[in-house]
């Protein structure tokens, strides 16, 4: 895909920045409105209850219109801090002030990245990565390092081995249903891992998107909940994928140490975050069934996800990949085929998946492929897979 070149009158640091292919594919998906794309981590627009949307947006323009359509704290709209800080985190010293709005959590990440990191600075990372912490932490230039990642979390022998023969200073994970692998730390390497990097004196940015997301409602302490380096300690969490990613919020909890700081950065970003979205989602956690909702989201993706297992199955039986416990994707490996092969035919078929070398901290070549099941109607999925086997078929013969 073709990429601008920084010119002579861009900062050094903006050769460092990193691409979204992702973001790319979707592009050509706008364009041509026959390509079925399993790329994008896009949540299913149909599952937010447009009736209680509908009405808490005209109750919010009709009662709250010199708040919502106002400038706002920066650290965000208080009432919804506060519903963040009793309902969606898990970490005990969690408090109204410890939450800080942002700009989803990727914002939190960019925040995060400025803050800590520059070219001395040595970032560990799983491998493979969110995409997204790469954008938001290359272009500080900081030193990657990379822990392999198993089914239930990052390799402990190699983890350890890492902490004990370099300094790190930082280690961003996504524990639960990653993105892209869709692993899930297990509850012991949880509680192995948080001690670890206590010992060590490692900062955490624990980045919690997908949480919420567990086939079966089942939710997994944080990492973070296991510490007792609480400064040393950042917590991400998002709307996007359990309400919707069109209000653009997140938050970041943030020790006390630290809150000046992030509060200061973040204002040089944006001010304040989006406070129209913050009071309408502020209501709508008031109105709706929030236990109901999150149940609804579960049991609708874990239909979608046994899809497109089984359409694998029966279409393209070498693909391997593993069940996951929750999220939106599939981690596919598409054997005897390289990526690039696979990819341009595909594309030039109709069809988009996320090649694996995108989540590589160190861009090694990969024979794996994300997989969204989450947007796609049933017949669209079917289609897309079908088109996949062909492509696979026609390399292979």
């Given at each position: 895909?073709?990429?601008?070149?920084?010119?002579?009158?861009?900062?050094?640091?903006?050769?460092?920045?990193?691409?979204?292919?992702?973001?790319?594919?979707?592009?050509?998906?706008?364009?041509?409105?026959?390509?079925?794309?399993?790329?994008?981590?896009?949540?299913?627009?149909?599952?937010?209850?447009?009736?209680?949307?509908?009405?808490?947006?005209?109750?919010?323009?009709?009662?709250?219109?010199?708040?919502?359509?106002?400038?706002?704290?920066?650290?965000?709209?208080?009432?919804?801090?506060?519903?963040?800080?009793?309902?969606?985190?898990?970490?005990?010293?969690?408090?109204?002030?410890?939450?800080?709005?942002?700009?989803?959590?990727?914002?939190?990440?960019?925040?995060?990245?400025?803050?800590?990191?520059?070219?001395?600075?040595?970032?560990?990372?799983?491998?493979?990565?969110?995409?997204?912490?790469?954008?938001?932490?290359?272009?500080?230039?900081?030193?990657?390092?990379?822990?392999?990642?198993?089914?239930?979390?990052?390799?402990?022998?190699?983890?350890?081995?890492?902490?004990?023969?370099?300094?790190?200073?930082?280690?961003?994970?996504?524990?639960?249903?990653?993105?892209?692998?869709?692993?899930?730390?297990?509850?012991?390497?949880?509680?192995?891992?948080?001690?670890?990097?206590?010992?060590?004196?490692?900062?955490?940015?624990?980045?919690?998107?997908?949480?919420?997301?567990?086939?079966?409602?089942?939710?997994?302490?944080?990492?973070?909940?296991?510490?007792?380096?609480?400064?040393?300690?950042?917590?991400?969490?998002?709307?996007?994928?359990?309400?919707?990613?069109?209000?653009?919020?997140?938050?970041?909890?943030?020790?006390?140490?630290?809150?000046?700081?992030f509060t200061a950065v973040k204002q040089g970003n944006d001010l304040n975050s989006n406070q129209f979205s913050?009071?309408?989602?502020?209501?709508l956690l008031d109105f709706m069934d929030w236990n109901g909702h999150l149940r609804s989201i579960?049991?609708?993706?874990?239909?979608?996800?046994?899809?497109?297992?089984?359409?694998?199955?029966?279409?393209?039986?070498?693909?391997?990949?593993?069940?996951?416990?929750?999220?939106?994707?599939?981690?596919?490996?598409?054997?005897?085929?390289?990526?690039?092969?696979?990819?341009?035919?595909?594309?030039?078929?109709?069809?988009?998946?996320?090649?694996?070398?995108?989540?590589?901290?160190?861009?090694?070549?990969?024979?794996?492929?994300?997989?969204?099941?989450?947007?796609?109607?049933?017949?669209?999925?079917?289609?897309?897979?079908?088109?996949?086997?062909?492509?696979?078929?026609?390399?292979?013969?």
């Amino acid at each position: 895909m073709e990429k601008e070149m920084p010119t002579i009158f861009s900062a050094k640091r903006t050769s460092f920045v990193r691409t979204s292919v992702i973001r790319e594919i979707l592009k050509l998906t706008v364009e041509n409105s026959d390509m079925l794309s399993f790329a994008g981590g896009l949540p299913n627009p149909d599952l937010l209850p447009k009736d209680i949307l509908s009405s808490v947006m005209e109750s919010v323009v009709r009662d709250h219109s010199n708040t919502a359509l106002q400038y706002g704290d920066s650290s965000g709209y208080e009432a919804l801090r506060m519903q963040i800080a009793e309902k969606l985190t898990d970490v005990s010293w969690v408090s109204l002030n410890s939450i800080s709005i942002t700009h989803g959590s990727q914002q939190g990440l960019d925040i995060l990245g400025k803050m800590f990191m520059d070219s001395d600075t040595n970032v560990l990372l799983e491998d493979p990565v969110y995409l997204g912490a790469l954008q938001a932490f290359s272009p500080y230039q900081p030193k990657f390092f990379s822990v392999p990642m198993e089914t239930d979390g990052p390799n402990l022998y190699l983890l350890e081995e890492i902490l004990t023969q370099n300094k790190i200073h930082i280690f961003y994970a996504n524990p639960s249903y990653q993105n892209p692998s869709t692993y899930t730390w297990s509850l012991e390497k949880r509680k192995q891992i948080a001690s670890l990097l206590d010992e060590k004196e490692v900062i955490l940015f624990e980045d919690e998107a997908y949480r919420y997301l567990d086939f079966e409602g089942k939710l997994y302490p944080s990492v973070s909940s296991f510490r007792e380096r609480r400064d040393l300690t950042f917590v991400l969490g998002s709307f996007s994928k359990i309400l919707s990613p069109g209000f653009r919020l997140g938050w970041t909890v943030v020790p006390k140490v630290y809150r000046n700081l992030f509060t200061a950065v973040k204002q040089g970003n944006d001010l304040n975050s989006n406070q129209f979205s913050q009071v309408v989602v502020s209501k709508l956690l008031d109105f709706m069934d929030w236990n109901g909702h999150l149940r609804s989201i579960q049991t609708f993706y874990a239909e979608k996800k046994e899809i497109l297992v089984s359409l694998l199955k029966e279409y393209i039986p070498e693909a391997k990949f593993s069940r996951p416990e929750g999220g939106m994707f599939l981690w596919v490996e598409y054997p005897k085929v390289s990526q690039k092969e696979l990819m341009e035919g595909c594309l030039a078929s109709g069809v988009a998946m996320v090649p694996g070398s995108e989540f590589s901290p160190a861009n090694r070549s990969s024979s794996n492929f994300r997989m969204n099941f989450s947007f796609l109607g049933n017949d669209e999925m079917e289609e897309g897979v079908k088109r996949i086997a062909k492509v696979y078929r026609d390399i292979n013969t």
